[in-house]
């Protein structure tokens, strides 16, 4: 004989946004549930004939949880949020930590920025600016120290007359 199960409660999760330079970060706070009691999933496409129309976004992320509180009685929520739509929707990523879910999601890199800045040949925009004040720094550390020697060197050749 298959029980009927009953939701005691319902409720809406704290969830709070977070951006990086390259991510967005969501955070669910999700106290005591575990990894196989919650899903993720994500929409990026809809029908025509759908009334949805998301403007800035890339697709729907749906979250939802259930979990027992005591036999038969069972707490679930459900959540959605409007993923943005610079974010490249193929490498959000999950993981659950101290009752928080956090949803990372990358941002998609402009094209006139390079993926990976190393070296002196990939420096762009703020880089070069970071590049010449670290060469001034080291120009005027090395005039102090040279300066330095001199004088000292100086002083002391007329000490010994």
């Not at 759908?50 to 939802?64: A, D, H, P, R």
């Not at 509180?69 to 949020?81: G, L, M, S």
């Not at 070296?119 to 550390?141: F, H």
Request: hydrophobic residues 35%; proline residues 4%.
């Amino acid at each position: 004989m298959e029980t009927k199960r009953s939701y005691d409660e319902e409720f809406e999760p704290l969830c709070r946004w977070g951006k990086e330079e390259h991510q967005y970060i969501l955070e669910v706070h999700v106290q005591g549930f575990k990894k196989d009691q919650l899903k993720i999933e994500l929409t990026t496409g809809f029908k025509k004939d759908q009334l949805k129309i998301l403007f800035n976004t890339s697709g729907v992320l749906k979250i939802t949880g259930k979990r027992p509180i005591y036999d038969p009685k069972f707490i679930r929520f459900q959540k959605t949020v409007n993923v943005p739509k610079d974010c490249r929707t193929m490498d959000i990523h999950a993981r659950i930590s101290g009752g928080i879910l956090y949803i990372t999601m990358p941002r998609k890199i402009p094209k006139d920025q390079p993926a990976i800045t190393t070296g002196t040949a990939a420096l762009n925009g703020r880089g070069r600016n970071t590049a010449r004040r670290l060469g001034v720094a080291i120009g005027v550390a090395v005039a102090v120290a040279v300066g330095g020697y001199l004088a000292y060197k100086f002083r002391r050749c007329f000490q010994l007359l």
